[in-house]
């Protein structure tokens, strides 16, 4: 297998860093703008399969040549690059996969355009793979599937700092994009699938130390297209994103003070600046390096065998210290990973624009987690019975 990955930082390095562990990977380029960069993670890893190479993706006929000679293709570029990526992928007769850090519906829509030229060239692109969307998605529909009548699917997931000092450590952990808070959530209620506002529909969650009590609330694109897959089929299904108790009146605030406005401002110097842009940039400027963690449950209520019965999902990854991958990173770059060699081996054989909770083994791709220490757990329960 032979894989050509766009962008050799955080990301890029821990999916190369996956790859080459196959026994049935002859080759990883791992791309890049930054020669120096790509030469160090050359240097730190030591591995004859790796192949770095100074790529600028304005270079259109460079890039399609590196591309036709992989199986697949992994972009950890900007988003924004994704769709360009994609269409020369579709050139190139290559596999394409997009890792996306936050759900961006207009690049999701501009890339269900290719999806009758794809399947014409017989090449398959998956957009959204990664932590969320993609690995959530993916274990939700493992967990309804393992069900015979299905009622309601829960999603709830967190990226937290190990030692957390007050919730502004969060902030500066995961700096978030504030568009995400911008567009109504997509869900299912009573049947129905509904566009509600973002940060409502608060609850509180307690876990084992270290991370204890949390609060949770409704979040952007998380579920990925289950609200569609799932309609008419099913009478709730919703995903929360879970935060230490505080982070939700911090982000309203931030929220109602208009520095998550996308219209832009002119200010008395005459400089033009648009709200949501300043925001981010200042959020990602205070990021810090600090312990992370990620914490999964997802539920999913039926019936199974004539009884009432919850299938529930509950995962804690620490990342891998040893090898310098972050939890948000590693929970990312595998499935990422898994994914590519699912598609460089034929495991997945759709062609087209393809949605990884519709096309992805599960069960294949549970037991990849688990090949590489990504614990999760399935317990089978009676229904919680609320007040």
Do not use: W
């Not at 108790?245 to 648009?274: H, T």
């Not at 081996?345 to 987690?369: M, Q, T």
Request: aromatic share 6%; glycine share 6%.
């Amino acid at each position: 297998m032979r894989f050509l990955i766009l962008g050799a930082g955080r990301l890029g390095y821990s999916i190369t860093h996956d790859l080459i562990r196959s026994p049935r990977t002859e080759m990883v380029v791992l791309a890049d703008r930054d020669a120096h960069t790509v030469q160090k993670l050359k240097e730190s890893m030591a591995d004859e399969k790796i192949v770095p190479v100074e790529l600028d993706v304005c270079q259109e006929e460079y890039v399609v040549e590196l591309m036709a000679k992989a199986d697949v293709v992994i972009s950890c570029l900007p988003q924004a690059l994704h769709y360009d990526m994609a269409k020369l992928a579709l050139s190139a007769k290559t596999g394409f996969c997009a890792v996306e850090n936050s759900p961006d519906p207009e690049l999701t829509s501009r890339l269900k355009l290719l999806d009758e030229v794809a399947k014409d060239e017989g090449v398959a692109i998956i957009p959204s793979i990664g932590l969320s969307p993609g690995l959530i998605s993916i274990l939700a529909v493992s967990a309804a599937d393992s069900l015979d009548e299905l009622y309601e699917i829960k999603i709830r997931l967190g990226i937290l700092p190990v030692e957390n000092e007050g919730n502004l450590d969060e902030f500066r952990i995961k700096p978030f994009n504030p568009r995400e808070f911008l567009h109504p959530v997509k869900l299912i209620k009573e049947g129905k699938v509904l566009e509600v506002p973002a940060l409502t529909e608060q609850e509180s969650l307690d876990f084992p130390a270290p991370i204890g009590k949390t609060e949770a609330f409704l979040s952007f694109g998380g579920a990925g297209r289950l609200p569609e897959l799932y309609k008419g089929r099913i009478r709730h299904l919703d995903f929360k994103s879970i935060h230490y108790p505080g982070y939700l009146d911090r982000v309203s605030l931030l929220k109602e003070l208009g520095l998550f406005s996308n219209q832009s401002l002119q200010l008395p110097s005459g400089i033009e600046i648009v709200p949501c842009e300043l925001t981010e940039k200042l959020l990602s400027e205070t990021a810090q390096e600090a312990a992370d963690l990620v914490v999964i449950k997802i539920t999913a209520t039926g019936v199974k065998d004539d009884r009432p019965i919850q299938h529930v999902f509950d995962c804690v990854d620490y990342g891998d210290p040893a090898e310098r991958i972050g939890a948000r990173t590693r929970m990312t770059a595998y499935p990422a990973s898994i994914v590519a060699q699912m598609l460089a081996r034929e495991d997945i054989k759709g062609k087209g624009v393809l949605s990884p909770e519709e096309v992805v083994p599960a069960r294949l791709f549970l037991a990849e987690l688990d090949s590489r220490g990504i614990r999760l757990t399935m317990t089978e329960r009676a229904p919680v019975v609320k007040d």
